[in-house]
C-alpha cells in the first residue's frame, strides 16, 4: 500500500528523524521503511503485521496473513529457524520477541477451532506445471502457481507427501496430523499431488504436454565419512534412520550411538535413538557448541533426555571387530582461521588420537540431493543442468540452463532450513510465471506478489511513535519432563497460552510503518490522522495517545529534525458522537466492523452510542447510517468535506471526489473542484444527494486504486449500490440520475486523464444548473435529504408529483433506516397536518390534541401498550402519548410503566437487554397488537432487541403515537 507515494517525506518533514513540540508527551519522528524482522524472512511473510494481530487477540487473521506468504504455519510454527528473531530490534538490548512461538499459538488456535478456508483456485491459464518433489519448496511453489490460475501436478516417488517434512523430522518434533492437515489444505486449493510416483525422465514431462517442469527433489542422501570402517555393521545414515522411525515407530535398535555432527539432523537422530531403545547416546562435533547449526534449545533439551556432547573431536576411523562396529577413533582439534562459511575451521592435532565404545555410528554431517537422479538429469537434460558439487545450477527465478526445466530447494541450494525452501519455492514459482507470460499468451507479465523473496528496501514513510524501551521477554518453553518425554514420541514442547500470546506479541516495538496488514487492527498503536505539512495533506500513523490530544480538533505541532523546526498541524480522522443528536437507534453499531461502537447507559436517561476511540479504525462505515446525522468522521467529517465543496468549485458546478488512503495525487489537486477524501469514506445515497445540492450541477466520484490506495477491508455497502440508490431518489423527483457518477481507477491508470474523460462526458449531458434555492441549513441528513428533493421537485417541467408518502418509503428503502425513518416521516406528516413547525415530539403531541377534532380519524381497533422515557414541561413523554394514543378510535391502552422506567438501562447484551425481552414476550401474552413508544430513541431500542439477531423475538410491532395517527388518517383516505 506504500508503493506509489507521490512525496518526498524528507522534503516535507525535514529530515530522517526528530521530536515533536506542542505534546503532552515526547514523542519521536523518523523515517522508516521494511521492519527488519520481515527482510530477514526468507519466505516473505508479514511478521509485524501479524504479531500486532496477535497482539489484538485476532488470532485467525493473524494465520490468515501468515499463510498469504507461507503455506505451512503450522509446521513452521514448530520447525522454523527463526531468522526473523535475529533481526528482531528488541533483541539488541533486550530478548527477541518469540515470533516463531507466537506463529504456533496462532496456528494451533485455528487449527482447534476451524477449517481451514480453501476455496479451490480457478483455473485460469491452460498451461500445465510439473513439480517433481512433495517438499516445503515443491509445495510451494504449487500453492503460488494454484493462486496464480495455473493446474498443477505434483509427483512423489514417496507413499506420502511431505519430504523431508514427512520423513526426516521425527514426531515429538512435527507431529503427522499437523502436516497431513496442510497438506490437505493445499490439495484442497487445486494441487493434484501423485504419491508413489517417480520421474525417472524429467525432460518427458515437456513432450507429455506440461509447459514447464519445477525440480525440487531435496537433498534426500547424507555425506559419507570417507573413513576407514564406513562400511561396517553398524554404521546408519541418519536420513535412513529417520525415514524408517517416521514409517514404523516401533522400530527398536540395541547398543550404544554414536552420531557425528552438529546441525538439526543430527540431534533429531539422537534424540530419536534415545527414543527408540539406545543405550548411551555421544554427540561427536568438530567444533564447539557456539558453531553448533542446532537451535540452542537443541542442545539444552538433548542434554536433558541425557545426551552426552564431545566437541572439538574430528573423526579418524571407525573400529570395527570381525566386521561390527565396536567404537570410533578420533582426534582432538583446534580452532584455526574461518571458512567459508565464517566459522573458524577446525584443525586436528597430531598424536591426539583417543576412542569412544559405541555398537552404532550415524554420520550426520550433512546432505546432498540423490547422485543417481541427478545423473539422469545430467545426461537427459544436459551436462551443465548440474554443477560440480552434484546439485542442480539454477539462476535468478530457478531458472536452468534448459528452457522450461526450473529448480528449488536443497536440491538447488544444498541442505537448508524449512522456512528457506519455502522462499525459493516462491522465488521459482514467479520464475514459471514470467517465462509462461512472457510468451505472449496472455498479454505479458502479471503483478509481483508480496512474496517475492528479492526483499527491497520500502519506501521510506513517516512514523510517529512513543519511545519504547527494550524489555525482557517472560516467554518460557513449556516442556514435558525429560524422563517423560525420552520414551514416547508425543510432542516434546506444548503451545504458549493466549495471555503469554498476547504479551509476548505487545513486546513488539512496531518498526517499520503501518502494520501493512490489510485487516486494520482495532487497538493498533499508530492511529491515523490527518496531516498537514507545508500546505500538502496526507494521512500518517501515530500512537494512541497522540490521537487522543487531537480528538476533539485540530492541533499545531512543530516538529524538530536536525536543527530544523516544521510547523504541523494534526486532525483526528476517529468517528465521533454527539450526544445531543443521538437516538441511540443502534444502526451504527450493527455496521461497525471493529466492535467500536456500543450503547453509552446512564441511569434516567434514553441510550446513547459511544464510540470508543481506540477500537475506532476511521473507517467511516457508520457516518452514512446515521439518520439523526450524530456521527462525524473528524477531518472527514460531512460538514468538512461539504465546506470544501463550496469553496472548491469547478467552472462547471461538479464536485469532484477522489478517494485515497495515505496521501493525495498531485495530478488532482491541480483541478479546481477536487475535494481529496483521504480515506475508505463510505458515500451513503443521502451524502450523495446533499453533495450534489452543493456542487450545483453534478457530482463526480472517483474510487482507488484498490491495490494500492484502499486502507480497509471492511467496506460495508460499495459506492456504485449507493449510488444506484441516489439515482433512484433523483429520478423520482424528475431529476437526472446521470447528474451523479463513478469511476473506478486501476492500477497504473492516469488519473487525471480518467478525471478528464468523465467530465468531458458529464459536461456534454448538456445538464442545467439545479434548481434553487435549495435549503441546506439543517444538520439532519434525513431532513435534509428530504428538503433538498423537494426542492428539486418543483423544477419538475413533466407536471408530475411525487407522494411524500412514497419519496419517504422509497428514502427508507435505499439507505435501509426504515424503522427511524417512519418515525421521523409520521412525525412530519402530523406536524404538518396540524400546522405546526415543531419537532419536538412532546410538543408536536400538544399541538396534535389542540386540533384532534378536526382530524379525520379511522377505527383501527388495535390493542396496545405505552411506554415513553423522558420528560418535558413537567408532564412525561409517555403520558402525553398516552393521551394522544387514547384519543385515536379504536384503540384500547395498556399500561407498560414497569416501576420506575428511567432506571431501565438499555443495552442489548446485559440484564436490561433481557428485561426488553420480557416486556415484549409480556406484551404478546396479554394479547397486544403493537407497543407504542413516544420517545425514539426508547423506540428504537425496543425494536433493535426484538430483531436482534436478524429475524423478529416477538410478532409484535414496535410504533411511535405519530405512526398510529398516521394509519389512522390513512385508513379513511382509503
Known amino acids: 500500500m506504500t508503493d506509489d507515494l507521490e512525496y518526498d517525506p524528507r522534503r516535507l518533514f525535514g529530515g530522517d528523524r ?35 494481530l496477535i497482539a489484538n487477540r485476532r488470532f485467525e ?39 516463531r512461538g507466537l506463529k504456533r499459538y496462532a496456528s494451533d488456535f485455528e487449527l482447534a477451532r476451524r477449517e481451514i478456508d480453501s476455496e ?55 507431529p503427522k496430523r499437523v502436516l497431513k492437515r496442510e497438506i490437505d489444505w493445499i490439495r484442497d486449493l487445486g ?49 535412513d534412520l529417520l525415514r524408517q522411525v517416521n514409517i514404523d515407530p516401533d522400530h527398536k535398535i540395541k547398543g550404544d550411538v554414536i552420531v557425528i555432527g552438529g546441525g538439526s539432523t543430527a540431534f533429531d537422530a539422537a534424540r530419536t535413538a534415545v527414543r527408540i531403545g539406545a543405550g548411551k547416546v555421544t554427540i561427536v562435533y568438530r567444533r564447539t557448541e557456539e ?134 519455492g516462491h522465488e521459482a514459482a514467479s520464475g514459471i510465471h514470467d517465462h509462461l507470460r512472457s510468451k505472449g499468451l496472455e498479454g505479458g507479465l502479471e503483478g509481483k506478489k508480496e512474496w517475492r523473496t528479492e526483499l527491497l528496501d520500502s519506501p521510506l514513510v513517516p512514523v510517529i ?89 485540530l492541533d499545531r505541532m512543530q516538529l524538530v529534525t536536525e536543527s530544523e523546526i516544521r510547523t504541523f498541524e494534526l ?18 453499531e450493527e455496521v461497525c466492523g471493529y466492535r467500536a461502537i456500543g450503547s453509552d447507559l446512564r441511569r434516567g436517561e434514553s441510550p446513547r452510542m459511544n464510540i470508543d476511540h481506540d477500537a475506532c479504525a476511521s473507517c467511516s462505515a457508520c457516518v452514512p447510517t446515521c439518520p439523526a446525522g450524530a456521527i462525524s468522521q473528524g477531518y472527514m467529517s460531512d460538514q468538512a468535506i461539504f465546506d470544501r465543496i463550496s469553496s472548491t468549485m469547478t467552472e462547471y458546478g461538479i464536485a469532484v471526489l477522489p478517494v485515497h488512503w495515505l496521501t493525495g495525487d498531485p495530478r488532482f489537486g491541480s483541478i479546481p473542484g477536487t475535494v481529496e477524501v483521504m480515506s475508505e469514506r463510505r458515500f451513503g445515497p443521502m451524502f450523495i444527494i446533499r ?77 442545467e444548473p439545479l434548481p434553487g434555492p435549495i435549503p441546506l441549513d439543517t444538520e439532519v441528513p434525513l431532513l435534509e435529504t428530504l428538503d433538498i428533493l423537494a426542492a428539486l421537485e418543483m423544477g419538475r417541467t413533466d407536471g408530475g408529483r411525487c407522494a411524500v408518502q412514497d419519496l419517504i418509503s422509497l428514502l427508507g428503502e435505499v439507505t435501509g433506516l426504515y424503522d427511524i425513518q417512519e418515525t421521523i416521516a409520521s412525525l412530519e406528516i402530523v406536524a404538518k397536518m396540524v400546522g405546526t413547525d415543531e419537532r419536538n415530539p412532546a410538543l408536536v403531541i400538544d399541538s396534535a390534541m389542540k386540533g384532534m377534532d378536526d382530524l379525520q380519524l379511522g377505527q383501527l381497533k388495535m390493542k396496545v401498550g405505552v411506554r415513553a422515557l423522558r420528560g418535558f414541561n413537567g408532564k412525561s413523554l409517555r403520558d402525553r402519548s398516552v393521551d394522544l394514543v387514547r384519543a385515536i378510535p379504536g384503540i384500547e391502552v395498556v399500561d407498560l410503566r414497569t416501576g420506575e422506567e428511567g432506571s431501565e438501562p438499555r443495552t442489548i447484551d446485559s440484564e436490561a437487554g433481557q428485561r426488553a425481552r420480557d416486556i415484549l414476550a409480556r406484551s404478546v401474552e396479554q394479547g397486544l397488537d403493537a407497543i407504542v413508544c413516544g420517545d425514539p430513541a426508547d423506540q428504537a431500542f425496543l425494536d433493535l432487541v426484538n430483531r436482534k439477531g436478524g429475524w423478529r423475538t416477538a410478532d409484535i410491532e414496535i410504533l411511535s403515537p405519530f405512526e398510529l395517527l398516521v394509519r389512522s388518517m390513512m385508513e379513511v383516505g382509503e
Open 18 to 52: 526528530g521530536a515533536i513540540r506542542g505534546a503532552s508527551k515526547n514523542y519521536i519522528f523518523q523515517l522508516r521503511g521494511e521492519p527488519s524482522c520481515t527482510k530477514e524472512c526468507p519466505a516473505g511473510v508479514n511478521i509485524k503485521a501479524y504479531v500486532s
Open 61 to 99: 487473521e493473524a494465520v490468515d496473513v501468515i499463510r498469504r506468504a507461507n503455506p505451512f504455519p503450522i509446521v513452521c510454527g514448530r520447525v522454523c529457524t527463526r531468522p526473523c528473531e535475529a533481526g528482531c530490534e528488541q533483541g539488541e538490548d533486550g530478548d527477541p520477541v518469540q515470533i
Open 120 to 174: 479451490p483456485c480457478d483455473v485460469i491459464y491452460e498451461e500445465r506445471v510439473a513439480i517433481i518433489g512433495s517438499g516445503p519448496a515443491g509445495l510451494t511453489a504449487a500453492v503460488d502457481l494454484a493462486r496464480l490460475g495455473y493446474p498443477v501436478t505434483v509427483f512423489e516417488s514417496a507413499p506420502e507427501p511431505g519430504g523431508m517434512l514427512r520423513y526426516a523430522i521425527p514426531s515429538f518434533r512435527l
Open 191 to 239: 494441487v493434484e499431488i501423485l504419491t508413489g510416483h517417480p520421474v525417472d525422465e524429467p525432460a518427458r514431462l515437456l513432450e507429455e504436454g506440461y509447459s514447464a517442469i519445477l525440480i525440487a527433489t531435496g537433498a534426500s542422501v547424507s555425506f559419507e565419512l570417507d573413513i576407514e570402517g564406513e562400511d561396517g555393521e553398524g554404521v546408519i545414515d541418519s536420513l
Open 291 to 424: 558453531e553448533m547449526p542446532a537451535q540452542p534449545e537443541e542442545l539444552e533439551e538433548a542434554r536433558e533426555e541425557g545426551i552426552e556432547m564431545v566437541t572439538l573431536a574430528m573423526p579418524n576411523r571407525i573400529v570395527l571387530k570381525k566386521g561390527k562396529v565396536v567404537g570410533m577413533e578420533f582426534l582432538r582439534a583446534a580452532l584455526g582461521e574461518p571458512d567459508d562459511s565464517g566459522r573458524r575451521r577446525p584443525v586436528p592435532m597430531i598424536g591426539s588420537e583417543f576412542v569412544i565404545d559405541a555398537d552404532i555410528i550415524v554420520p550426520a554431517i550433512s546432505n546432498k540431493p540423490d547422485p543417481d537422479f541427478m545423473e539422469v538429469v545430467r545426461n537427459e537434460c544436459g551436462e551443465e543442468l548440474v554443477t560440480e558439487r552434484g546439485r542442480l545450477g539454477v539462476m535468478k527465478g530457478g531458472c536452468t540452463a534448459v528452457e522450461g526445466i526450473f529448480g528449488a530447494g536443497d536440491v538447488e541450494q544444498g541442505p537448508s532450513s524449512v522456512v528457506i525452501s519455502i522462499g525459493r
Open 465 to 553: 511513535s512513543e519511545p519504547l524501551a527494550a524489555s525482557g521477554s517472560d516467554f518460557e518453553p513449556d516442556l514435558e519432563c525429560a524422563e517423560v518425554r525420552a520414551c514416547t514420541f508425543d510432542e516434546v514442547e506444548r503451545t504458549m497460552s493466549g495471555s503469554m500470546a498476547v504479551g509476548e506479541a505487545s513486546r513488539c516495538l512496531t518498526c517499520g510503518p503501518c502494520d501493512l496488514c490489510d485487516t486494520c487492527v482495532p487497538t493498533c498503536d499508530h492511529k491515523q490522522v490527518a496531516a498537514t505539512v507545508n500546505g500538502e495533506d496526507l494521512l500518517l500513523k501515530v500512537p494512541s495517545a497522540l490521537s487522543h490530544e487531537v480528538e476533539n480538533g
Open 571 to 588: 486532525a483526528s480522522l476517529t468517528a465521533t458522537i454527539d450526544p445531543a443528536k443521538c437516538v441511540g437507534c443502534g444502526r451504527c
Open 691 to 767: 453533495s450534489l445540492a452543493r456542487a450545483g450541477r453534478g457530482l463526480l466520484l472517483i474510487g482507488p486504486d484498490m491495490e494500492v490506495g484502499s486502507h480497509y477491508l471492511v467496506r460495508g455497502e460499495t459506492v456504485e449500490r449507493s449510488l444506484e440508490g441516489a439515482r433512484r431518489l433523483l429520478r423520482a423527483v424528475g431529476a437526472s440520475g446521470d447528474r451523479v457518477r463513478y469511476v473506478q481507477t486501476a492500477p497504473g491508470d492516469d488519473v487525471g486523464y480518467v478525471m478528464d474523460q468523465a467530465l468531458m462526458e458529464m459536461r456534454g449531458a448538456s445538464m
